[in-house]
């Protein structure tokens, strides 16, 4: 079973960056997709960016232009630069990987959270 563990996050003002990183243990298939969602309160669960390993990414509309999504698979790490920041960003963000011939393995990190003042 993956294990992910994850760091990074905090307080920031608006405009401000941070950097969320996740480093992913017993990836056992070669087609994978490793991302980062997030959690609002009173709000679903919600895509920011994902990589997929064959090297396709993609970002929800809110946040493109300002994360970068990175990910290194010797490391099997996924990395999160977030710039811009505003204060709707504020959510608990969770490193994901999914794995498997169909993508049918879902596995989640314990959350993080961003939280970003006006």
């Known amino acids: 079973q993956v294990q992910l563990v994850e760091s990074g996050g905090g307080l920031v003002q608006a405009g401000g960056s941070l950097r969320l990183s996740c480093a992913a243990s017993r990836i056992t298939f070669t087609s994978n997709t490793m991302g980062w969602y997030r959690q609002a309160p009173g709000k679903q669960r919600e895509l920011v960016a994902d990589?997929?390993?064959?090297?396709?990414?993609n970002y929800a509309d809110s946040v493109k232009g300002r994360f970068t999504i990175s990910r290194d698979n010797a490391k099997n790490t996924v990395n999160l630069q977030m710039n811009s920041l505003k204060p709707e960003d504020t959510a608990v963000y969770y490193c994901n990987v999914r794995e498997g011939p169909s993508y049918q393995y879902s596995y989640w990190g314990q959350g993080t959270q961003v939280t970003v003042s006006s």
């Open positions: 990589f997929s390993s064959g090297g396709t990414t």
